[in-house]
């Protein structure tokens, strides 16, 4: 018998379940339009079809889809996150996402001044 070592890994979801949750979240994201469908599309690559059954939850996209639909989506991001059990990098997400804004509106304001 080989010694516990090491952290626990997250449970693994099955293939339904996850095929739901990665729906969902592109869901939440983008809704359930044609317009949905087309920017699964064009993120991925991948044909109309194969956009439907992702954003309906009936099939998972595979490691290479999924880390673009990552790469895209926030909702998908956020999921991957709390499934690896690595939700605390959600919150270095969010405070460079809040950097960027903040740089954004303290450029606005630089130039609404140089207007005057």
Same mark, same amino acid.
Do not use: Y
């Given at each position: ?15 339904? &379940?996850?095929?739901? &949750?990665?729906?969902? &979240? ?9 317009? &949905? ?80």
């Amino acid at each position: 018998m080989v010694p516990k070592s090491g952290k626990d890994v997250p449970k693994r979801p099955s293939e339904s &379940a996850f095929a739901q &949750a990665i729906g969902q &979240a592109l869901r939440s994201d983008l809704g359930a339009s044609r317009r &949905a469908t087309k920017s699964v599309m064009r993120w991925a690559g991948v044909s109309d079809r194969t956009a439907r059954s992702w954003l309906q939850g009936t099939h998972a996209p595979c490691g290479r889809h999924l880390v673009t639909l990552s790469a895209n989506s926030r909702s998908v991001m956020e999921l991957f996150l709390l499934m690896t059990g690595r939700d605390s990098c959600l919150l270095s997400i969010d405070l460079e996402a809040l950097e960027q804004e903040l740089q954004r509106s303290i450029n606005r304001l630089r130039e609404l001044r140089s207007a005057r």
